[in-house]
């Protein structure tokens, strides 16, 4: 691997000196996200259209060269001085691609890094590289130098193409630019030498609408009608839109409008409408929910007198909104009809079945529903578990707690983070420390954690046993693992010591504290 001088490129720009270490995992989500079907709902054309940019590979060289450049960038200076530690990694396509990923979160280092690789012998960037480089600097809103590196893509004989449009107008809408983002859309054609179809301006569609701009794609379908010829497809991506924007009354105005033209609805747009009648009720579950499900229900009737089935999807909607409306008789009853309709039940649909009868105090009813998912093949998820345990939590039933914990792993069920803290919380309050200890150390094997919720869980266990030495060390460690406790830990904490006439232990773990890289006190 040659190193030479090579002077700063026109797109270097200046960026926060505040360089963050890049970790590669990311924790679980939340588990109301994954419950609610609308996961389920993708509109089918969604994926095919979103521009694909490469994903995370293993790479040692990749992790090399990232984590060399992370710990050692300097602006001022030319990068071969940190990169002269890579002698025999050769640049290529895929180390390129690979390092970019891995830069993503410090966009003026990847810039550099992207700067200095085209600059290497016998390397030439392809249109993959500059597509992520201008997605990385659209990211933070560097759309001077996206189009720069579009104009040199251009003039380099990488004709920028559809998707690298498309990558450019989706960053432009998130910022809020949507001028900005028609008026790509709009110079596409001078640059991609051909002419706009359907399914770019679908994607524009579709993009306004994630973002909220409902409003926006709206004004540009309805001028743009003499040009692309609505169909279904369109008109579903603008009813998604107004049902995000809370507004059913006017994603039903859309879809009345299409019967009208002659357009078949199918089964994704029905979904999609069937999911924003019931969005209110998700929100606020006490609100007109006798009207809203009767909306939904007659929304169903319609679909089959149509001739569209409804699908694991549609049933799902209506479960998951009995379900946070607590009503577990009804929920139990719809699952009982699509499955006496031959749709298979997924993990999100007795998910929310499962979370309705252990919210109303039904355990044994939701351990038979759980039986029926393991036997019938589908796999329960953290989620799934977590409904049991937050019950088991309230109730102080630990034996109940343990046992399921006990099955998740007989099911080959990972825990989530969630589930970890739930369970260190639980068993701290019940002061069986020992099996916190067990969960401790599992949740540390799997990877999934601990986090800050993690360690203050446990200390504030803890604090509540007085057992002040274990506390103090989990502060320390806490702090060492690069998480700051909150005031009101601390302040616990040395009220308790305090009490106990053990300051000299508080002088010793504060001692400690300031000797970290963290100081909170």
Known sequence: MAFKLVPRCFLFTSFAQNLSKLS???????????????????LEFREYLKPSLPSLQTSNDADMVANLLIEHHDPYHAMESTLLHLNGIRVSTELVQQTLIRLKNVPNVALD???????????????????MMIDIMGKVRQFDVAWQLLLEMDQLGDKPTSKTFGILFRRLIAAGLTRQALQAFDDMESFTKRETDREDFVYLLDTLCKYGYAKVATEIFSGRKSKFEPDTQMYTVLIYGWCKLNRPEVAEKFFREMIDRGLEANVVTYNVLLNGICRRTVLHPGTHFEGIIQKAENLLDEMQKRGIEPDVTSYSIVIHIYSR???????????CSMKEKGIFPTVATYSSVIKCLCSCGRLEDAEEILNEMVANGVSPSPTTFNCFFKEFQGRKHADNALK???????????????????????FSRLNKMDIVQEIWNDMKESGAGPDSDSYTLLIDGLYEKRKWEEACEFVVEMIESGF?????????????????????????????LEALPLKPL
């Not at 590669?24 to 993708?42: G, K, R």
């Not at 409306?325 to 699952?335: F, G, N, R, V």
Request: glycine share 4%; hydrophobic share 30%; with cysteine.
């Open 325 to 335: 409306a607590h009503k577990p008789d009804l929920s139990l009853d719809k699952l």
């Open 484 to 512: 700051r406790p909150q005031k009101i830990t601390l302040e616990k904490l040395y009220k308790g010591l305090t009490q106990a006439d053990m300051l000299t232990t508080w002088r010793r773990l504060k001692k400690k």
């Open 404 to 426: 399921l914990y006990k099955k998740m792993g007989d099911l080959s069920c990972t825990p989530s983070l969630s589930t970890y803290n739930i369970l260190v919380g639980t």
């Open 113 to 131: 890094f992207f700067v200095w690789a085209k600059e290497q012998p016998g390397y030439h960037h392809d249109g993959v590289a500059y597509d």
């Open 24 to 42: 590669f995992s990311s924790y679980v989500s939340s588990d109301s996200h994954e419950l609610s079907p609308a996961n389920e709902l993708q």
